[in-house]
């Protein structure tokens, strides 16, 4: 009977662990596609209090697809992140209100092509920076605007 009874709970506990996650995916999930929402919609004030450091960005492109959303936990750190189609990636982290708020990213900011072609032609672009290194890097090499 100890068995049984230790293999429901473990059960339990599994299935709660289970839910708790799907939970909180659900609302990274819904955290990202209000924000593809609001890129879409050009809405400036909606992505800057998801994004506070996105002023560094010339333009954005983002598309969401939920089927495609990968989410991965560093508890360690209270972060977590976002990979999205096309190389897009997104770290969040909860802010002091209990919202997440995007803390930096990757592919996210968006460039004309011939300037992003000539900016890795002449060694302007480094693939290893954030979203908003890269910007201050390119905008201190007269390639782009500082918004």
């Known amino acids: 009977m100890k068995t049984k009874s230790c293999v429901g709970v473990c059960l339990f506990i599994c299935l709660a662990l289970l839910a708790v996650s799907c939970s909180r995916d659900g609302k990274v999930k819904k955290f990202v596609e209000e924000f593809a929402t609001a890129v879409s919609k050009g809405d400036r004030k909606a992505i800057t209090q ?33 990979k999205l189609r096309e190389g897009v990636d997104l770290v969040l982290k909860k802010s002091e209100d209990g919202q997440f708020v995007i803390q930096l990213s990757h592919g996210l900011f968006a460039y004309p092509a011939d300037v992003l072609a000539f900016a890795k032609k002449t060694g302007q672009w ?22």
Do not use: W
């Open 50 to 82: 998801m994004y506070p450091d996105v002023t560094d960005a010339d333009s954005l492109a983002v598309n969401f697809d939920e089927d495609s959303v990968e989410i991965t936990r560093d508890g360690e750190k209270n972060l977590t992140t976002v």
């Open 126 to 147: 480094k693939d290893g920076l954030n979203d908003v290194e890269q910007a201050v890097r390119m905008a201190d090499q007269g390639l782009v605007d500082r918004v």
